[in-house]
T-cell receptor
Framework: DAKTTQPPSMDCAEGRAANLPCNHS???????VYWYRQIHSQGPQYIIH???NNETNEMASLIITEDRKSSTLILPHATLRDTAVYYC????????????FGQGTTLQVKP | DAGVIQSPRHEVTEMGQEVTLRCKPI?????LFWYRQTMMRGLELLIY????????DSGMPEDRFSAKMPNASFSTLKIQPSEPRDSAVYFC??????????????FGPGTRLLVL
């Protein structure tokens, strides 16, 4: 897997946008970027993934830089329920389904 | 749709006992994963199956751990004999891998195992 680097923790005010960065400078041209999160005492939850274009779904937006060496997950209007550990993952290329979870970023949404 | 189902949700056992964790993946998914999560080591992949066949078991800690997937709708993770250091939350996840890079995994609620 391409190595990813994330800040260990971030704070965000409720109702504001949360922008979570991730560096993946060794990513290959055909490797996707995935984001998962884990709310306390729950299993990890898939959020979004992308290759090179920006992506948006009902949960978040994913902005990938043109050189693909970094990305940002955006939660447009963070709520207290978005407090969780957020993982940026670049799976190994190939049809394996294998993901390696690092330490992630602990996002604390504050009232 | 039902998500990934794991049982039991909580298990307390004594050292030396056999422990069996169970998982029912999402119907139609063709990949199944077992993870272990501890405070010290984080979330670790133990083993994963593709179309019921074990593909990579390099994360299995030792011979005391074994996993099976007898059919597409059921998998077990067995620890025999269990030890206190096996105490952790064990997650099962499933996914559908239709193509390269499309690896969206759906996790179950986990089994919290405590070995005394």
């Amino acid at each position: 897997d391409a190595k990813t680097t994330q800040p260990p923790s971030m704070d965000c005010a409720e109702g504001r946008a949360a922008n979570l960065p991730c560096n993946h400078s060794t990513i290959s041209g055909n490797e996707y970027v995935y984001w998962y999160r884990q709310i306390h005492s729950q299993g990890p939850q898939y959020i979004i993934h992308g290759l090179k274009n920006n992506e948006t779904n009902e949960m978040a937006s994913l902005i990938i830089t043109e050189d693909r060496k970094s990305s940002t997950l955006i939660l447009p209007h963070a709520t207290l329920r978005d407090t969780a550990v957020y993982y940026c993952i670049v799976p190994a290329s190939g049809n394996t389904g294998k993901l390696i979870f690092g330490q992630g970023t602990t996002l604390q949404v504050k009232p | 749709d039902a998500g990934v189902i794991q049982s039991p949700r909580h298990e307390v056992t004594e050292m030396g006992q056999e422990v069996t964790l169970r998982c029912k993946p999402i119907s139609g998914h063709n990949s199944l994963f077992w993870y272990r999560q501890t405070m010290m080591r984080g979330l670790e992949l133990l083993i994963y199956f593709n179309n019921n066949v074990p593909i990579d078991d390099s994360g299995m800690p030792e011979d005391r751990f074994s996993a099976k997937m007898p059919n597409a709708s059921f998998s077990t993770l067995k620890i025999q004999p269990s030890e206190p250091r096996d105490s952790a939350v064990y997650f099962c996840a499933s996914s559908l891998v239709p193509g390269w890079g499309l690896e969206t995994q759906y996790f179950g609620p986990g089994t919290r195992l405590l070995v005394l």
